[in-house]
């Protein structure tokens, strides 16, 4: 335990000494850590058994949200239209969650999908308020107050991620530790006896739904900022898909992993594509494959777990 | 004359052309221990699942403590004192045997905080003391999926009395074990059950144990009570040693 902690120590300090020892790499990282909130909210799911090939709707929420409100020129500050974008997901997915939170697996996921993508046509139909398939750009907002050149905006966005990251890590790994978290281990191995202890497990899915897209909104935002462009596509079901490969790339056991399988994710598409332009999505899928097969508890369990009971 | 607790009233149920309940009926005495003896098939598991929530029968009405609770979702019901445990044990396989304790315990006062860790809970230690009475303190940190059917079956057990019922309902606590072990079970069982005071009805095949541990036994045949009594009257029955006994 004392060497995770310290394995854990030493990677955070080589993430954070990024934007000073590799700089070029600081935006790639943010957008990394970005896609990772969202691929938290995927894992948060998986905890209950529940894969969603929807929350791409929840991320394109954030997005859009924070590039509505940059377009209305209201002069909205980053640590406003972080938490603004996060609260919509949360709203979008509390209502909807009160439908889907019935559905179970398969169910479960294609119900997301399809949400996902009546929100996907609707981003690119309706161009006057969307921008349609163009999407709309996010100018640069101030950044805790200050307006800041497009080096500078990169250098702090990197460290208000990485804070924003090790918080909701923090957050989220408690909440997975309390009787709610433990209740989503409880859904996906044994909901009939969760019922018969007298427990609504739809409703602890629902929260967990609502924790959910609030990630996925958070990372949504991140990315809208740090990019300075949404388009539908945050919405397809491609991008869905890509939350769930991540979180099982780095593993669904604990909330690192979500993070490490974003960065290695990040880095092997930014080299794939640079290298190997015609393959990079080959070059991912046998990443998976190999993965699968030889680490099914995705690549932090390689590391922090040699092999342990439970999730 | 002792409180009613469970009043079952002509239950009847049927699956297209077979009957599982055909008027079953059954009244619980407070601190009463029935055991519910029958063939398989007789419709025995059937009207435990009648009693909580999980079937809704066709007519009949199920009273808990005054209450008409026919309708009630299994979760509503166990929120209002009936607990139960379950042929097959119906547990949280990849969470430790504490952790099981832990939820329930969580259930039963309702405290879901996301800000608290599971194993900080508050009234844990009462959890502990009940891995004590059940005898597995030393397996409490081991995931349930590695222990044997008889430990699960114990575990199943406490998940039910963990929610401080005042009705548990057991469907062959001693199914599936060793001889060796179910009297261990049964005693254990037993201690907790006159300890919390709570009543038990419990579906049961080995004849042993329903003479050893019940006040009064109920024959099932075909969806409805045969016969009623204390366990030397009904176990030295003619009819039920030749048809339910088979001696």
């Known amino acids: 335990m004392r060497f995770d902690l310290l394995f854990g120590a030493i990677a955070f300090c080589a993430v954070a000494g990024v934007p000073f020892f590799i700089p070029w790499a600081t935006v790639m990282l943010t957008i990394a850590l970005g896609v990772g909130l969202a691929v938290l909210g995927v894992v948060v799911l998986l905890r209950a058994g529940q894969i969603s090939f929807g929350h791409g709707l929840y991320y394109a929420a954030g997005a859009y949200t924070v590039a509505f409100l940059v377009q209305a020129r209201l002069g909205l500050d980053t640590l406003l239209l972080l938490p603004a974008g996060a609260l919509v997901a949360t709203v979008i997915a509390v209502a909807f969650g009160f439908f889907a939170v019935r559905y179970r697996d398969i169910f479960f996921a294609m119900i997301n999908l399809a949400v996902s993508m009546v929100a996907f046509s609707l981003l690119e139909k309706l161009y006057s308020i969307t921008g349609g398939g163009d999407g709309l750009n996010v100018a640069r907002p101030t950044l805790a107050g200050l307006k800041l050149g497009r080096v500078s905006f990169e250098f702090w966005m990197f460290y208000t991620t990485l804070a924003i990251v090790v918080v909701v890590a923090l957050v989220v790994g408690r909440y997975l530790a309390s009787p709610l978290g433990k209740g989503l281990e409880a859904i996906k191995s044994n909901e009939t006896r969760l019922e018969y202890l007298g427990v609504s497990s739809a409703r602890i899915l629902h929260i967990a739904y609502g924790v959910s897209a609030c990630l996925a909104g958070l990372g949504g935002g991140v990315i809208a900022i740090v990019t300075g462009h949404v388009a539908p596509e945050f919405a397809y079901w491609v991008r869905s898909g890509e939350f769930v490969f991540i979180a099982i790339l780095g593993g669904a056991g604990n909330v690192v992993g979500a993070f490490a399988g974003s960065i290695v994710y990040e880095i092997v598409r930014n080299y794939a594509a640079a290298f190997a332009a015609d393959y990079w999505q080959t070059i991912l899928g046998v990443s998976l494959i190999a993965i699968i097969m030889f680490a099914p508890q995705g690549l932090t369990q390689m590391r922090f777990g040699k092999k342990r009971g439970g999730a | ?247």
């Open chain 2, 1 to 247: 004359m002792r409180q009613i607790v469970l009043k079952a009233e002509n239950l009847r149920l049927r699956f297209g052309g077979v009957v599982a309940a055909d008027g079953a009926s059954l009244t619980a005495h407070a601190g009463e221990r029935i055991a519910i003896i029958g063939p398989n098939g007789a419709g025995k598991t059937t009207f435990v699942n009648i009693c909580t929530g999980y079937l809704k029968p066709q007519s009949g009405a199920v009273i808990f403590e005054g209450k008409d609770i026919t309708q009630l979702a299994p979760r509503t019901i166990a929120r209002g004192g009936i607990g139960r445990s379950f042929q097959l044990p119906q547990l949280f396989l990849d969470n430790t045997v504490f952790e099981n304790l832990l939820l329930a315990l969580s259930a039963r006062e309702g405290t879901w905080r996301p800000w608290m860790r599971l194993d900080r809970h508050p009234k844990a230690d009462e959890m502990r003391d009940m891995l004590e009475v059940i005898g597995l303190s030393s397996v409490g940190d081991r995931p349930v999926r590695e222990l044997p059917e008889g430990m699960r079956k114990l575990i199943d057990i406490a998940l039910a009395l963990a929610l401080k019922p005042r009705l548990v309902f057991m469907d062959e606590p001693t199914s599936g074990v060793s001889s060796r072990e179910k009297f261990s079970i049964m005693d254990t069982l037993v201690r907790a059950l006159d300890h919390s005071a709570t009543t038990a009805i419990f579906v049961e095949h080995d004849m042993d144990v329903v003479s050893r541990y019940a006040d009064r036994v109920a024959v099932w045949t075909g969806g409805k009570i045969a016969l009623e009594g204390t366990p030397e009257h009904v176990l030295n029955d003619p009819d039920v040693r030749k048809n339910v006994i088979g001696v």
